[in-house]
């Protein structure tokens, strides 16, 4: 028995042995070794550059953001096989200089943001760590109003930082960090494949215009799961923009476990689509104090097809004119674009043209939504063809007062003609659409009621209405 205790000693120390050895073999590049100062004022920009590049030259392996310090810098590129690893209590910061940031989000397209830290054409890239990335988003702002700040006048170059873009991208991985203070969009992720977003928590300043949380633009088989998402505008928008149109659909996108909060939309897919939007679920996620919950808000040729939404609670309220969005909890759309003057106008329509038409948004399913809000659920698109096989299968909605905004109004913006339909508060309002299902559902009222609040159901222009055992009464006004 003693020898045998003594050989099972000798297997186990050789195995601890053979761990140690198998760790102290891997490639760590520590910043600081390349002379990085964690200070909050040195800029760090050559010394985080180096070691990614040694890292990417040595064929992979971990660059090390060390923890205890606050490592400002100027745009760094990714480069391929490198995990940029943020320690606890470490801090990424971005440099407050506007005359730094010289490399377009955009291409040509110079009016919507430049990049921070960025990545084109690579491969098996992390982001990881318990640590933050900071994009001292405020530093760029105007002046601070009651929900929002002005931005700085901007015509056909806006300095403002993307946090994160990656640009090509496939197997990427960004896990377990806290993203904070975009400036504009927080991560961008243009044509990429097999992406895995988890277990991030993304605090924008709710107040930042612009402020995204995850942007899914062009990409495919997409996973995001378990993050908690703050953001002033969109947390999580699926999009096809015209600058990258060569990456093709965007497709195969799940996001599951998600917490989030948003003063535009929560969920929200568009409104920049000039190609396909399709196979794509959301499920098991919470909207908190949002002005609208879910939006499919589709505005120029290309299409939205085949989305699920299962297992979802919504809880939304009115906010100012400054963001799109009128409380509604559910919002499905397809409206030509409007023209005009915007500092981008010329990249929102096909080239040579200042009109479109709208794509159709079809196949649409929403169930076992738990819905919270000063508006009901509103449909509409420009033709009947355009808005098709939308099902709601116990969809409830308890819709209440909370904010001194007049409601009766639903926000049909970006779109060609008039911006608001204005009128009546539905629980769920259908205008100009085909083959809808209402099923299993219900609506009740608060004790305040307004004026403007109406109907169960109310529609327009709608073919093959379809509902079954959807329960509510009429709003009484107070």
Same mark, same amino acid.
């Given at each position: 028995?003693?020898?045998?205790?003594?050989?099972?000693?000798?297997?186990?120390?050789?195995?601890?042995?053979?761990?140690?050895?198998?760790?102290?073999?891997?490639?760590?590049?520590?910043?600081?070794?390349?002379?990085?100062?964690?200070?909050?004022?040195?800029?760090?920009?050559?010394?985080?550059?180096?070691?990614?590049?040694?890292?990417?030259?040595?064929?992979?392996?971990?660059?090390?953001?060390?923890?205890?310090?606050?490592?400002?810098?100027?745009?760094?590129?990714?480069?391929?096989?490198?995990?940029?690893?943020?320690?606890?209590?470490?801090?990424?910061?971005?440099?407050?200089?506007?005359?730094?940031?010289?490399?377009?989000?955009?291409?040509?397209?110079?009016?919507?943001?430049?990049?921070?830290?960025?990545?084109?054409?690579?491969?098996?890239?992390?982001?990881?760590?318990?640590?933050?990335?900071?994009?001292?988003?405020?530093?760029?702002?105007?002046?601070?109003?009651?929900?929002?700040?002005?931005?700085?006048?901007?015509?056909?170059?806006?300095?403002?930082?993307?946090?994160?873009?990656?640009?090509?991208?496939?197997?990427?991985?960004?896990?377990? #960090?806290?993203?904070?203070?975009?400036?504009?969009?927080?991560?961008?992720?243009?044509?990429?494949?097999?992406?895995?977003?988890?277990?991030?928590?993304?605090?924008?300043?709710?107040?930042? @215009?612009?402020?995204?949380?995850?942007?899914?633009?062009?990409?495919?088989?997409?996973?995001?799961?378990?993050?908690?998402?703050?953001?002033?505008?969109?947390?999580?928008?699926?999009?096809?923009?015209? %600058?990258? %149109?060569?990456?093709?659909?965007?497709?195969?996108?799940?996001?599951?476990?998600?917490?989030?909060?948003?003063?535009?939309?929560?969920?929200?897919?568009?409104?920049?689509?000039?190609?396909?939007?399709?196979?794509?679920?959301?499920?098991?996620?919470?909207?908190?104090?949002?002005? @609208?919950?879910?939006?499919?808000?589709? @505005?120029?040729?290309?299409?939205?097809?085949?989305?699920?939404?299962?297992? #979802?609670?919504?809880?939304?309220?009115?906010?100012?004119?400054?963001?799109?969005?009128?409380? %509604?909890? #559910?919002?499905?759309?397809?409206?030509?674009?409007?023209?005009?003057?915007?500092? /981008?106008?010329?990249?929102?329509?096909?080239?040579?043209?200042?009109?479109?038409?709208?794509?159709?948004?079809?196949? #649409?399913?929403?169930?076992?939504?738990?819905?919270?809000?000063?508006?009901?659920?509103?449909?509409?698109?420009?033709?009947?063809?355009?808005?098709?096989?939308?099902?709601?299968?116990?969809? /409830?909605?308890?819709?209440?007062? @909370?904010?001194?905004?007049?409601?009766?109004?639903?926000?049909?913006?970006?779109?060609?003609?008039?911006?608001?339909?204005?009128?009546?508060?539905?629980?769920?309002?259908?205008?100009?659409?085909?083959?809808?299902?209402?099923?299993?559902?219900?609506?009740?009222?608060?004790?305040?009621?307004?004026?403007?609040?109406?109907?169960?159901? %109310?529609?327009?222009?709608?073919?093959?209405?379809?509902?079954?055992?959807?329960?509510?009464?009429?709003?009484?006004?107070?």
């Amino acid at each position: 028995m003693r020898k045998k205790n003594t050989l099972l000693l000798l297997l186990l120390v050789g195995f601890l042995v053979s761990c140690q050895s198998n760790k102290s073999a891997e490639k760590v590049f520590n910043i600081a070794d390349y002379g990085a100062k964690g200070d909050s004022l040195t800029d760090n920009v050559e010394a985080i550059q180096k070691a990614i590049d040694a890292c990417n030259k040595a064929g992979g392996g971990q660059v090390v953001v060390p923890s205890g310090g606050v490592y400002m810098t100027s745009p760094i590129t990714l480069a391929s096989f490198v995990d940029l690893h943020v320690e606890a209590n470490a801090k990424l910061l971005a440099n407050p200089k506007e005359s730094v940031y010289t490399k377009s989000a955009f291409k040509d397209n110079r009016g919507e943001g430049m990049m921070w830290i960025s990545g084109e054409n690579i491969e098996d890239v992390s982001i990881s760590g318990q640590g933050e990335i900071n994009g001292n988003g405020v530093a760029f702002m105007g002046k601070e109003l009651s929900d929002s700040y002005e931005l700085k006048p901007v015509h056909q170059f806006d300095p403002r930082p993307h946090l994160i873009t990656i640009i090509g991208g496939k197997n990427i991985r960004i896990t377990n #960090i806290n993203i904070t203070n975009s400036a504009y969009w927080a991560v961008h992720l243009v044509g990429c494949n097999d992406v895995v977003v988890q277990g991030i928590t993304l605090l924008n300043n709710l107040k930042v @215009r612009n402020g995204d949380g995850i942007d899914i633009d062009h990409s495919k088989n997409v996973r995001i799961s378990d993050c908690h998402i703050e953001s002033g505008d969109d947390c999580i928008c699926l999009k096809n923009r015209r %600058e990258y %149109e060569e990456w093709g659909a965007c497709e195969n996108i799940t996001v599951t476990n998600c917490i989030m909060t948003s003063r535009s939309c929560a969920i929200k897919i568009g409104s920049e689509n000039m190609d396909r939007i399709s196979h794509v679920v959301f499920d098991n996620c919470i909207i908190r104090a949002s002005n @609208r919950g879910i939006g499919i808000q589709n @505005r120029d040729e290309g299409v939205v097809e085949n989305v699920v939404f299962s297992n #979802i609670t919504i809880d939304c309220k009115f906010f100012s004119d400054v963001w799109w969005g009128k409380s %509604e909890p #559910i919002y499905v759309t397809a409206y030509p674009r409007k023209a005009g003057d915007h500092k /981008d106008a010329g990249w929102r329509f096909p080239k040579g043209t200042t009109e479109c038409n709208v794509g159709a948004v079809t196949n #649409i399913y929403f169930s076992n939504i738990k819905c919270e809000s000063e508006n009901g659920v509103f449909v509409g698109g420009d033709s009947k063809e355009k808005i098709k096989n939308i099902s709601f299968d116990q969809v /409830d909605l308890y819709i209440f007062k @909370r904010t001194d905004f007049v409601g009766g109004i639903y926000d049909k913006r970006p779109c060609d003609g008039e911006q608001f339909v204005k009128g009546t508060t539905a629980g769920f309002y259908f205008d100009t659409a085909s083959d809808i299902v209402v099923r299993n559902s219900s609506v009740r009222w608060g004790d305040v009621r307004p004026s403007y609040f109406g109907e169960v159901l %109310e529609q327009h222009n709608v073919d093959n209405l379809t509902t079954f055992n959807l329960m509510g009464k009429k709003a009484t006004s107070n």
